[in-house]
T-cell receptor, first 115, second 111 residues
């Protein structure tokens, strides 16, 4: 079974802090994704990556950056956290080969609160 | 803009009832349609994936159908159980592996 692990289930940070959210997958998947989920807005794609060192902007990249130094790890960075970034953050992965016929596998999410 | 709509937003049914969740999308050029389940405070669990060339997929008491021409997918749950209570999300995938999600249907199955 694919395992996608997000380093923290709950995180509380202060406005202006630099925040790192980590995601690791154990199935050698090329594609990795970061979403945020908010009531009434659903899941929205922040950034995604097709391979190491590669990154693509999703629908709402403003205020975020990402890092993919190793294939198994995809980090989401909040450069200067703001209260409107309080949300549930979800990481997902899928293989490049067969990625159109295999589902995305999700981690359990990180609930981030910015005070 | 590509949109995915799920109706109803919430549903409450007695245990044992068969039910249908609806998903509609605006762009018929999809690569696949995925159904997920989300329990409160948790991530998403994949239930079924229907490729664009397929009409339906089945897993146990779940059956999902896809009609690209009308832009619709349905998730049928047979003989519902309290353990089926969760939020059900559908999502369409485009050629760049990006998923566009609906807002979900929150299901409560009453004992």
């Amino acid at each position: 079974d694919v395992k996608v692990t997000q380093s923290s289930r709950y995180l509380v940070k202060r406005t202006g802090e630099k925040v790192f959210l980590e995601c690791v997958q154990d199935m050698d998947h090329e594609n990795m994704f970061w979403y945020r989920q908010d009531p009434g807005l659903g899941l929205r794609l922040i950034y995604f990556s097709y391979d190491v060192k590669m990154k693509e902007k999703g629908d709402i990249p403003e205020g975020y950056s990402v890092s993919r130094e190793k294939k198994e790890r995809f980090s989401l960075i909040l450069e200067s956290a703001s209260t409107n970034q309080t949300s549930m953050y979800l990481c997902a992965s899928t293989p490049a080969s067969g990625g159109l016929i295999q589902p995305q596998h999700f981690g359990d999410g990180t609930r981030l609160s910015i005070l | 803009k590509q949109e995915v709509t799920q109706i109803p937003a919430a549903l409450s049914v007695p245990e044992g009832e068969n039910l249908v969740l609806n998903c509609s999308f605006t762009d018929s050029a999809i690569y696949n349609l995925q159904w997920f389940r989300q329990d409160p405070g948790k991530g998403l669990t994949s239930l079924l994936l229907i490729q664009s060339s397929q009409r339906e997929q089945t897993s146990g008491r779940l059956n999902a159908s896809l009609d690209k021409s009308s832009g619709r997918s349905t998730l049928y749950i047979a003989a519902s159980q309290p353990g089926d209570s969760a939020t059900y999300l559908c999502a369409r995938m485009d050629s760049s592996y990006k998923l566009i999600f609906g807002s979900g249907t929150r299901l409560l199955v009453r004992p």
